[in-house]
């Protein structure tokens, strides 16, 4: 089944316990993304991935690292968690090739998310 | 002022309804127009785009994209229970690598009643 997974789906942690969020895809999509979501602002790109070893900030990177060792993980990186972080994430990937002017859409897969509380 | 927005709801229906659901947004760069459907504890899930202005028609469900005012509408009909989600409007410039970004609204939590 083609899916995107996250791990864990569930965390709670105390301000500045580094952590790890994984994301892990099975389509050999090229294309990874974060996103944070947030009541009353929506879905909100972190980082992405358009390759391979090629990442780029999205509209709210600070405090977030990521890496892309291999085409199917994407890791999420929170060096020193704080409060304002405690978030919905979810990680996305879409094959590449990107749409342009064709019409046709590469859709964005996401994953289940996961729930992130920092006290 | 946000790039995309969305009336939040909650929008609360009777089964059979014709929902309307709708987006305005600034960005006139904006080539593809999306609806994701996001149930409780889930990630969202594409459920139709449209490409520039223009309707597209799928089953119950219609898009439709004014690029002249800037707007964009989902319709359902005869809804049902299992419609009860949350609708995010997302659209995309269609441009190479980062460009894919999709920019979103805030959702609208739909329930549809017995």
């Known amino acids: 089944e083609a899916q995107v997974t996250q791990n864990p789906r569930y965390l709670i942690t105390v301000t500045g316990k580094k952590l790890t969020v994984t994301c892990s895809q099975n389509?050999?999509?090229?294309?990874m993304s974060w996103y944070r979501q947030d009541p009353g602002l929506g879905l909100r790109q972190i980082y992405y991935?358009?390759?391979?070893?090629?990442?780029d900030k999205g509209d709210v990177p600070e405090g977030y690292k990521v890496s892309r060792k291999e085409k199917r993980n994407f890791p999420l990186i929170l060096e020193s968690p704080s409060p304002n972080q405690t978030s919905l994430y979810f990680c996305?990937?879409?094959?590449?090739?990107?749409?342009?002017?064709?019409?046709?859409?590469?859709?964005?897969?996401f994953g289940p998310g996961t729930r992130l509380t920092v006290l | 002022q946000k790039e995309v927005e969305q009336d939040p709801g909650p929008l609360s229906v009777p089964e059979g309804a014709i929902v309307s659901l709708n987006c305005t947004y600034s960005?006139?760069?904006?080539?593809?127009f999306m609806w994701y459907r996001q149930y409780s504890r889930k990630g969202p899930e594409l459920l139709m785009y449209?490409?520039?202005?223009g309707n597209k028609e799928d089953g119950r469900f219609t898009a439709q994209v004014d690029k002249s005012s800037k707007y964009i509408s989902l319709f359902i009909r005869d809804s049902q229970p299992s419609d009860s989600a949350t609708y995010l409007c997302?659209?995309?410039?269609?441009?190479?690598?980062?460009?894919?970004?999709?920019?979103f609204g805030t959702g609208t939590q739909l329930k549809v009643e017995l």
């Open positions: 996305a990937s879409t094959a590449g090739g990107q749409a342009g002017t064709s019409g046709v859409y590469n859709e964005q897969f």
């Open positions: 389509m050999n999509h090229e294309y």
């Open positions: 991935s358009m390759n391979v070893e090629v990442t």
């Open positions: 960005n006139s760069a904006f080539q593809y």
């Open positions: 449209t490409y520039s202005s």
């Open positions: 997302a659209m995309s410039k269609g441009l190479t690598g980062g460009g894919n970004k999709l920019t």
